[in-house]
Each structure stands twice: as structure tokens, then as C-alpha cells.
């Protein structure tokens, strides 16, 4: 073997050795239970109450001494035939990102715009609505109900209809396992809507899909709905309806009867756990609920209702030091599949920065506060404690 061939050899065996360690240090990543510090699951506790919780990057290694933790890397304007209709705005505009096609969206009134936004291009749009746009989503469509070539569909709400858009990529001659997430396929959506619903005069303030295609809608009424729809009606109901599952069979027959003996709290966002079949809501007034949603529309169940008032008084009971209102409002809710973590299901944020961890309890899937675990934002108010609460 010649003295070349001894050191190509020995340069493969060394990048063996360092992709293994790599890997090694990879499968080695801590969990969210050990990064929260719980010393023990179903134990509440709190975290992030020290400066030591939070390295400084000159701490890790010399070289991330100079390293800006945050940078434009881009700028992307939006494209000019859209600028163009700002000049005609008369009411209100939405803008959001729809990262799973690699898109922006933008409303304008009853309009909506949709491009691609690393590269400003690929303008798709829909301007059949007579009414202000309310809330916009994107979700998958349920498998065998449309044409292969439907790879999404666009939910629009308007405070009296929604409409329902099928969303096709590229030449309907391609290959129907390509990827639709290249900036380089044409969007488009279809001209006439698949589906058109009423509101019966409740505003929609938010849209979930599930990786199935069931598709959930938040209510300015504080209900929850889905939309159930098929190939094709039959004996037993239409081809697409809208169930609401937090007033029952009741609400079909005498609509809005409850309404009267309540206090609605819109619902603000919903947020989904695909592998646990969980669907968590948040409402206008800060409290969260935990849905079952089961196989179908006939086994959704809500298991559990948190307070506001609720999430204060328990992580106040952990911290007395610290100023309640720091514990609230919450203002976003993240799920955490199986994959994230098998201990933590959601994630609360509040307004200040605080993260609240909820675990579920099997079976019942309510929320069960005992496992809450409550961590801290750097430079967070309130003269903490040094040793965690439990």
C-alpha cells in the first residue's frame, strides 16, 4: 500500500470517527424534562429564576464571543402588482406566512394574496368574496375526497360565509409525489370554491387543520366547530357541514338557545397535537381547553377547562415572591408532539415572557396542573426565590 493510499484511508477512518461522535452528542441532546429541571415527573416546579440559567455565548467557546444572536439575513419586498392595491385599501389587511408551501399571504379587504416569499414571485390570488376577510388557514385535505391534484385547501372566512379554495401546484401532467414546497411550482388555486358555508352570524376567528384532513374553527362565540364534509352527500347528511361541538346536538335544533345563559369568551387560537389526537384552544380571556378529538366528528370531546384565574393561583402557590401578573395573560399556545417530549404536551407564553409546561393526564386527557412547570423569560420582574418552588 502506498504512503497516499495509507492517508486516504486513514482521513476516511477519522471522518468515520467524528460523524459517530457527532452523532453520539446528538442522541445525547437533553429532554425538555431535564432542560426544565423537574427532579421529578408530576412534581411542579419552576426554572429560569437565576442569571446562571442563561449562558452568555462568550461562556460557551471563544468563537461566539463576536456572534450577533440576531441579523437580517434577507430583505424581500412585497411584490409591486400587490403594493399596488394598497393605494384601494378601505377597511383591513391580514398578513401571515404559510411556511409548510413556502409562502406569504397578505388580505386586503375581501382580497387575498399569496407568493412566495424567499424569492417575491408566483403571485396567486382570489378576489371572489363581496366581504371583509376575517381569518385565513391552510390545511390538507382529507385523503381520497378530491381530485390528486389538490394538494391544500384555502379556508377564507368572512363574517357571513366560508369558502373553501382547492390549492393545485405546478403542470397537473407531473408527477403527483413531487414536492410542493419548491419556490419553483406554480401555485394555483381553483377558480370556483369546492365548498361555501354559512356563518349563521358567528365570526371565525382562527383555523386548525389536522395531518388527516379534519379542519377545526375557533368562534367569536367561544365555540368550537369542524367542518365535516365527504365525497359525496348521502342518506344520512350533506356533503359538508359545520358541527358545533361545544354546544351538542341541541345547538342543530334549537340554534343559540344556550347563548343567552352564557358569557362568551371568543376563542383566540387553536393548536394541534397530531400524535396524541389533542386540540388545544385558547380564548380571549386567557383560558385554555384540552379536546379530545377522536376518530371523527361524532367523538369529539372537550376533557378539560383552565381559568385564567386558575393558571395564576397555581403558579402563584409555586412562587409566592413574584408578582401575579406576571403569570398572565397568555397570549400564544405551542403543542408538543410525542416526538418533542413525552412528558410536556403545550406550552403557554404570556405576554411577559413566561413559559408555562402542562402535562395531560392518559386516558381522560384533562390537563393536569400537577405536572406545571413554569419558566422564566431572562431579565423577568420579581425578586425570585433562589431555589425552585415545588
Known amino acids: 500500500m502506498s504512503l497516499s493510499e495509507s492517508n486516504a484511508l486513514d482521513s476516511l477512518e477519522f471522518a468515520g470517527t467524528m460523524l459517530e461522535r457527532h452523532d453520539l452528542a446528538d442522541c445525547s441532546t437533553p429532554g425538555l424534562l431535564e432542560v426544565t429541571g ?4 408530576g412534581m ?17 467557546s471563544l468563537g461566539l464571543k463576536n456572534l450577533n444572536q440576531l441579523s437580517t439575513v434577507n430583505k424581500i419586498p412585497i411584490p409591486p402588482e400587490i403594493m399596488e392595491h394598497f393605494k384601494h385599501i378601505k377597511c383591513h389587511c391580514m398578513m401571515g406566512l404559510f411556511p409548510e408551501i413556502g409562502r406569504a399571504w397578505l388580505t386586503i379587504d375581501s382580497d387575498i394574496y399569496i407568493w412566495t416569499y424567499e424569492q417575491s414571485r408566483d403571485v396567486a390570488y382570489f378576489d371572489g368574496l363581496s366581504h371583509l376577510i376575517v381569518s385565513v388557514g391552510l390545511v390538507v385535505p382529507k385523503p381520497g375526497v378530491f381530485i390528486a391534484d389538490v394538494k391544500y385547501l384555502l379556508v377564507l372566512t368572512t363574517p357571513v360565509e366560508i369558502v373553501i379554495l382547492g390549492v393545485t401546484f405546478g403542470d397537473s401532467n407531473a408527477s403527483p ?7 419553483t411550482e406554480e401555485m394555483q388555486l ?10 349563521d352570524n358567528v365570526a371565525i376567528t382562527c ?11 375557533g368562534g367569536r362565540d367561544g365555540c368550537l366547530y369542524e367542518i365535516s364534509y365527504q365525497a359525496e352527500s348521502n342518506w344520512f347528511g350533506k356533503r359538508c357541514k359545520k358541527v358545533n361541538h361545544s354546544q351538542g346536538l341541541m345547538s342543530h335544533l334549537v340554534p343559540g338557545i344556550f ?3 352564557s358569557e362568551n369568551d371568543s376563542i383566540s387560537k387553536l393548536t394541534m397535537d397530531n400524535s396524541r389526537r389533542l386540540l388545544y384552544a385558547l380564548t380571549e380571556k386567557g383560558a385554555i381547553e384540552a379536546w379530545d378529538i377522536g376518530t371523527d366528528v361524532n367523538s369529539v370531546k372537550r376533557n378539560a377547562r383552565i381559568s385564567q384565574n386558575d393558571i395564576v393561583f397555581s403558579a402563584g402557590n409555586i412562587l409566592r415572591t413574584i408578582e401575579p401578573s406576571v403569570f398572565k395573560p397568555v397570549t400564544t399556545l405551542c403543542s408538543l408532539s410525542q416526538e418533542d417530549s413525552p412528558q410536556f404536551h403545550l406550552i403557554a407564553i404570556t405576554q411577559t415572557g413566561v413559559r408555562f409546561y402542562f402535562s395531560t393526564v392518559p386516558v381522560l386527557y384533562g390537563i393536569q396542573q400537577q405536572q406545571q412547570q413554569q419558566q422564566f423569560a431572562p431579565g423577568q420582574p420579581g425578586h425570585a426565590p433562589h431555589e425552585q418552588s415545588q
Open 38 to 41: 423537574i427532579r421529578q415527573s
Open 44 to 60: 411542579a416546579t419552576a426554572s429560569g429564576l437565576n442569571d446562571y440559567d442563561y449562558q452568555n455565548l462568550s461562556s460557551l
Open 177 to 183: 409525489n413531487r414536492s410542493i414546497t419548491s419556490t
Open 190 to 199: 381553483l377558480n370556483k370554491p369546492i365548498f361555501v358555508l354559512n356563518t
Open 207 to 217: 383555523i386548525e387543520g389536522t395531518s388527516d384532513g379534519r379542519i377545526f374553527l
Open 259 to 261: 347563548k343567552v345563559f
